[in-house]
T-cell receptor, first 114, second 114 residues
Framework: AQKITQTQPGMFVQEKEAVTLDCTYD???????LFWYKQPSSGEMIFLIY??????QNATEGRYSLNFQKARKSANLVISASQLGDSAMYFC???????????FGTGTSLTVIP | EAQVTQNPRYLITVTGKKLTVTCSQN?????MSWYRQDPGLGLRQIYY???????DKGDVPEGYKVSRKEKRNFPLILESPSPNQTSLYFC?????????????FGPGTRLTVL
């Protein structure tokens, strides 16, 4: 069963605008972790932001914020003030309650237009 | 520098010829894991290890073996590679297997099986 769903295969955003990348997850466990990774064309996986299932506040890291809606099981990534260097593939991921299993979505390709 | 290293970075081989992809981390991490990335499928977990001599299957373990004899090393073994194992492989590690810890990824190994 699909644990992580990213419904936007590709997105475009104008430079300096904000963009939201969608992610929904599926679990019945109370304890889990949600992550976003960036994969530029060079191929490496870059950790962006993390949200724990018990966290009351949405996580923020610089221009990245995670819009965590637990009841809806969504963990959308918001990138503010997009830059050309933000063009990349973005993956949402979930670590299960045991911490051993890690599930990734299929990714969203973001293109920032000058 | 704290890092996860993989070797080789690129490999072209033929069906049935045994190969090993090495993975090493210098952060004294307990948890290590292997993933394969295929277009449209995101990353899928192959095997993981919670500590030395403790390994378990992920979502797609068929055709792969692993071992964890030392804390820093977690090699991925393909005993008899087939063309459907052509993929981009990532090794990752984290301090523990807790839900609230991020993974650090290696640079990836692009494998082609002819």
């Amino acid at each position: 069963a699909q644990k992580i769903t990213q419904t936007q295969p590709g997105m475009f955003v104008q430079e300096k605008e904000a963009v939201t990348l969608d992610c929904t997850y599926d679990t019945s466990d109370p304890s889990y972790g949600l992550f976003w990774y960036k994969q530029p064309s060079s191929g490496e996986m870059i950790f962006l932001i993390y949200q724990g299932s018990y966290d009351q506040q949405n996580a923020t890291e610089g221009r990245y914020s995670l819009n965590f809606q637990k009841a809806r099981k969504s963990a959308n990534l918001v990138i503010s003030a997009s830059q050309l260097g933000d063009s990349a593939m973005y993956f949402c991921a979930m670590r299960d309650y045991t911490g051993n299993q890690f599930y990734f979505g299929t990714g969203t390709s973001l293109t920032v237009i000058p | 520098e704290a890092q996860v290293t993989q070797n080789p970075r690129y490999l072209i081989t033929v069906t049935g010829k045994k190969l090993t992809v090495t993975c090493s981390q210098n952060m004294n991490h307990e948890y290590m894991s292997w993933y394969r990335q295929d277009p449209g499928l995101g990353l899928r977990q192959i095997y993981y290890s919670m500590n030395v001599e403790v390994t378990d299957k992920g979502d797609v373990p068929e055709g792969y073996k692993v071992s964890r004899k030392e804390k820093r090393n977690f090699p991925l073994i393909l005993e008899s590679p087939s063309p459907n194992q052509t993929s981009l492989y990532f090794c990752a590690s984290s301090l523990t297997s807790g839900s609230f810890t991020e993974q650090f990824f290696g640079p990836g190994t692009r494998l082609t099986v002819l």
